[in-house]
């Protein structure tokens, strides 16, 4: 299983990092639309009832499909007028609503954790679309007005609250913090994790175009490690709002997409919630 599993994720960082590295922004548009199509589809197999399982697989091909359009559109030199009244659109309303559901239902998910709650429920199946759509426009976005380097320096965000979170709950683990969802994570994982985050945006922010470096002009350092803390945090909840999912729909994983890794909603739990706030805190748009 381990040998699986790096490999698995040896290949999918060589294929991120080609997307990045490539002379176009197409192939990393193109496989944020594969990696969004996917996600909703694994999302709705979490939410949708059993009679309507169906509309999953369409969903998720008529999403990616959208999506790799829409990108084609962002990236004419003169965007047509629908096109821009489209990112307008969202960035004005799409971003900003997925972010205030994050902030305040997903959280209030969390802390209620009720596992035994209504698996089929339409408000869950319409927030995985509107999450999917605000998470490749602010990827997207990230990507087109600001480069590889400023995109990465956000991910690494959530990868790095993620390993320190694992190695500091292994080592230190002792409370739960929330047993009913997830009972592998403690407090002083999550503690481990913020850490790891902070200490990532002030390394980072001393490099010229990066996430850090952007929130540091916009609101001042101090401001800027307490966004850092609540960017952690929102992170752990996109990971959290994942297990409650699965915790309903009585599943391990999303799917088995990823041998070793078992979904791409798996693999991206976390940065759901934080892509489109930070794209927002960095005044990306």
Not at 145 to 153: D, E, K, M, N, Q
Request: charged share 10%; glycine share 10%; aromatic share 10%.
């Amino acid at each position: 299983m381990l040998k699986q599993r790096i490999i698995t994720a040896a290949v999918l960082l060589a294929i991120l990092l080609l997307s990045l590295l490539a002379p176009s922004p197409w192939p990393f548009l193109i496989l944020m639309a594969v990696m969004a199509g996917c996600a909703l589809w694994e999302w709705l197999r979490l939410s949708l009832h059993a009679d309507a399982q169906g509309l999953a697989i369409p969903a998720g091909f008529t999403m990616g499909m959208a999506l790799i359009v829409l990108g084609g559109r962002m990236l004419l030199a003169e965007p047509d007028p629908a096109t821009a009244q489209l990112l307008d659109l969202v960035n004005q309303v799409l971003v900003p609503l997925a972010a205030l559901s994050w902030v305040t239902g997903a959280v209030a998910a969390v802390v209620r954790a009720r596992t035994q709650g209504p698996r089929h429920h339409v408000l869950i199946s319409g927030f995985g679309v509107l999450a999917v759509l605000a998470l490749w426009f602010s990827l997207a976005q990230f990507f087109i007005l600001r480069g590889a380097w400023f995109l990465v320096s956000m991910m690494a965000l959530i990868w790095i609250a993620d390993s320190a979170a694992y190695f500091a709950g292994r080592v230190f683990g002792r409370r739960k913090l929330a047993p009913r969802i997830s009972p592998g994570k403690t407090w002083e994982g999550a503690l481990g994790g913020v850490i790891g985050v902070v200490l990532w945006m002030v390394f980072s922010a001393m490099w010229g175009n990066s996430f850090a470096a952007a929130l540091v002009q916009r609101w001042g350092m101090v401001p800027m490690l307490l966004l850092a803390v609540f960017l952690a945090a929102l992170s752990i909840v996109g990971d959290l709002f994942e297990s409650l999912l699965k915790r309903r729909a009585g599943v391990k994983d999303s799917s088995q997409l990823l041998p070793g890794h078992g979904g791409v909603y798996d693999r991206i739990d976390a940065l759901f919630p934080v892509a489109p706030v930070a794209l927002m805190l960095a005044g990306v748009v």
